[in-house]
């Protein structure tokens, strides 16, 4: 019994709306307005034959803009990303786009090398994975003069999706990557997992309790107080718990434990301090419930920490945004709050009214 693939809680957190303005307003004052005329000292970058700037990660400490782009990686500069850029290619080679073709995907639009992470990975290099052409590929940034160590790419495979329209999201800490991805060409294995760093790889289970066509869109890492640091993750998926509409798309926060490592017979390799909950952000007593996150920013850290995101939904025929606010110590209180298990017998998910096992499911074991 007790599996931690089991759990799923009913997250009932605050959003942004107010008791007091039941009154919709979609047309909300901005805190700040910028005129158009007062943008002519923006400063901009772009470059002629490079689409899809979709990877951006700031270094702060050495004042650079690093962007991944298709087939290309540029490192701006911070305060003027106009001036000096420095670029590096990293195109699929022909062979690989030609067998990509083959198996039936785009030539205008699949079959390149997308950048999808890009992070840091040690005082001098930095980690990259693309798409490839269908066949994820990644390798080190040397800092020091920006170039590939493209001489040894490392499989891609649970690091960066197949599929660039997949969504994806990962982090590095401490020299292990996190990543929240898709595990198969077919893009049908939705998988958590834990890569790269000299503890044993984790993953979650191809269930669709676990993780049912998932949309991924943003990470964070989460330091504990007592060694129990945390990875969360945020992402839209369909859910199996509901009664009353099968399959509906819901917005989801997850967690694991950075030091999990596993557990016994069955889940050996599996993560035990898997956890998810539903993030709820809707429009009191209009019946608005924005169910697909699109991006989440963290705000602080360790315990302190706050997540806002950005939501949407279907409003009649026009699509609304929102943005929820989420306090972790509200999300921690629900992933140690009531759960549900799955019902054999009714085949449906229900609460869970037993006597609850020890270790807790979802409780971190760490050697
Ligand atoms: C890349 O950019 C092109 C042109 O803007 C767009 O048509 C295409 O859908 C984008 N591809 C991906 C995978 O985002
Ligand atoms: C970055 O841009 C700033 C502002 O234009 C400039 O002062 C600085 O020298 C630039 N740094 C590099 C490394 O090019
Ligand atoms: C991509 O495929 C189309 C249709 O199959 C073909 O006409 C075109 O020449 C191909 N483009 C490239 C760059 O291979
Ligand atoms: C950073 O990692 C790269 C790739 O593993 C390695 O070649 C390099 O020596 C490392 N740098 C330091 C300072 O450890």
Redesign the pocket.
Known sequence: MGTACLLLMLAVLSGIFSETSLCLNWDPVPRKTILFNNLKDIKSFSKIGVFNYTTLTLDEENKRLYVGAREAIFAL?M??VS??SKLIVWEAPPEKKAECIQKGKNNQSECFNYIRFLQRYNETHMYTCGTYAFQPKCSYISLENFTLEDLVLEDGKGKCPYDPAKGHTGLIVDKELYSATFNNFLGTEPVILRNLGQHRVMKTEYLPSWLNEPDFVASTFVEGNWGDDMIYFFFSERAVELDCDNEQVVARVARVCKGDVGGARTLQKKWTSFLKARLLCSIPHQHVHFNKVQAVFALGSGQETIFFGIFQARWGDVDVSAVCRYNLADITKVFNGPFKEFRESAQKWGRYTGQIPTPRPGSVSTL
């Open positions: 500069n305060t003027d001036q000096n």
